[in-house]
């Protein structure tokens, strides 16, 4: 049973920084690309940063210099390190998988929108405050 648990949100000043961690189970994490999105009170969810079997990343316009998404494989963890945070970061923070397959093109996670529809797992989410 595949299981992503999320960790590390609270409320923190303008400013501020938090780590926010994934611990993934029941499959090969290594052949997985993961990704953190976010989704803010009566907005869509929308993509924070993606990093895939290669180490290689993506980032929203919104968070790039300052965020950093990083994967442990010996752990199976995902992080988000999350600096200079603004009130609009504010959002609830999920961590989500793609498991490649023989059946996936090499590069499937390039082509995962920010809605992250096409990603398989979802965690349950952790809640990111930040007030100015």
């Known amino acids: 049973q595949v299981q992503l648990v999320e960790s590390g949100g609270g409320s923190v000043q303008s400013g501020g920084s938090l780590r926010l961690s994934c611990v993934a189970s029941?499959?090969?994490?290594?052949?997985?690309?993961m990704g953190w999105f976010r989704q803010a009170p009566g907005k869509e969810r929308e993509g924070v940063a993606i990093?895939?079997?290669?180490?290689?990343?993506n980032y929203a316009d919104s968070v790039k210099g300052r965020f950093t998404i990083s994967r442990d494989n010996a752990k199976a963890t995902l992080y988000l390190q999350m600096n200079s945070l603004k009130p609009e970061d504010t959002a609830m923070y999920y961590c989500?998988?793609?498991?490649?397959?023989?059946?996936?093109?090499?590069?499937?996670?390039?082509?995962?929108?920010?809605?992250?529809?096409?990603?398989?797992?979802w965690g349950k989410g952790t809640l990111v405050t930040i007030s100015s």
């Open positions: 990093i895939d079997v290669d180490g290689s990343t």
């Open positions: 989500a998988a793609a498991i490649y397959t023989p059946f996936r093109p090499y590069d499937y996670c390039s082509g995962i929108p920010s809605s992250g529809h096409g990603m398989d797992y």
């Open positions: 029941g499959y090969t994490y290594s052949s997985s690309c």
